[in-house]
């Protein structure tokens, strides 16, 4: 049985369908990228699948149960999602903001503070600690709160199985910290969490996905590896811009070019 079961989710809003029609299974482990032009409804997917936005048809299903079924304790400590937007202009020490995400659990100030740490390491933002996060950059801001989000749900042994929703988490980053995110969200995929994200740069989707959904017009257009979901024909249709899919010189995965 997949972790996360999702079907025929549908979103509506102003009578019109946000998202349609969508299925989704996905394992602890895993790490599935969306992609899709903006307004596809990847976004409005992610708040489906935790419970924020109501489904007009379709159920999610979280180890096996209804996810509308979890007490609010049961889902902060077992599911974490990471907005688009994180306003925040409280001056909180970086420590003291990844601290926030392990009010859900009762390990104790020492420990929870390991934790906090760990996930920081994970992200490269142990230097901040002490740092007011009003006076950081915006990339230092967006790694800071994805450690958060990971610290949330950091340990196995809490709650087992669990599941991480990021929505363009990339934002804000440069090259290098892009990758590097990229990097500490696999392996922490692989620690036994289930993760959706939402991406823009395909190449993010293709090097570090297990599986990539493709959204267009809140439908699924295609669901599958990365082979599967990135080639020309469906790139084109999806984004309608003309593109030329190569193997990467050195993974092998798709790469995508424009075509000018």
């Known amino acids: 049985?997949?972790?996360?079961?999702?079907?025929?989710?549908?979103?509506?809003?102003?009578?019109?369908?946000?998202?349609?029609?969508?299925?989704?299974?996905?394992?602890?482990?895993?790490?599935?990228?969306?992609?899709?032009?903006?307004?596809?409804?990847?976004?409005?997917?992610?708040?489906?699948?935790?419970?924020?936005?109501?489904?007009?048809?379709g159920q999610v299903h979280f180890k096996g149960a209804s996810i509308e079924r979890l007490s609010p304790r049961a889902r902060a400590s077992q599911l974490a999602v990471l907005p688009q937007h994180n306003p925040l202009s409280f001056a909180f020490t970086g420590l003291e903001l990844v601290a926030l995400s392990r009010n859900p659990h009762t390990t104790g100030i020492a420990r929870d503070q390991e934790i906090c740490m760990e996930a920081m390491a994970a992200l490269d933002v142990t230097h901040l600690a002490a740092r007011l996060y009003t006076t950081l950059s915006g990339g230092e801001q967006q790694r800071l709160q994805l450690a958060r989000v990971m610290a949330q749900i950091w340990c196995a042994e809490d709650v087992g199985d669990r599941l991480l929703l990021l929505d363009e988490p990339a934002t804000s980053l440069d090259i290098a910290h892009q990758y590097e995110m990229m990097k500490a969200v696999r392996a922490f995929a692989r620690?036994?969490?289930?993760?959706?994200?939402?991406?823009?740069?395909?190449?993010?989707?293709?090097?570090?996905?297990?599986?990539?959904?493709?959204?267009?017009?809140?439908?699924?257009?295609?669901?599958?590896?990365?082979?599967?979901?990135?080639?020309?024909?469906?790139?084109?249709?999806?984004?309608?811009y003309g593109v030329t899919v190569v193997a990467h010189p050195i993974t092998g995965k798709p790469l995508v070019l424009a075509n000018e």
């Open 1 to 57: 049985m997949a972790l996360l079961h999702a079907e025929n989710v549908t979103v509506c809003a102003d009578q019109r369908e946000l998202v349609s029609g969508v299925d989704l299974d996905i394992n602890a482990g895993e790490l599935v990228c969306v992609i899709g032009p903006n307004g596809a409804g990847k976004s409005t997917l992610l708040r489906a699948i935790c419970g924020e936005a109501q489904l007009t048809r």
């Open 191 to 240: 620690r036994g969490v289930a993760v959706i994200m939402t991406v823009h740069d395909l190449a993010l989707a293709s090097g570090y996905s297990d599986r990539i959904l493709a959204l267009k017009e809140g439908r699924c257009m295609a669901y599958g590896d990365g082979e599967t979901v990135l080639t020309a024909a469906i790139l084109s249709k999806l984004y309608g």
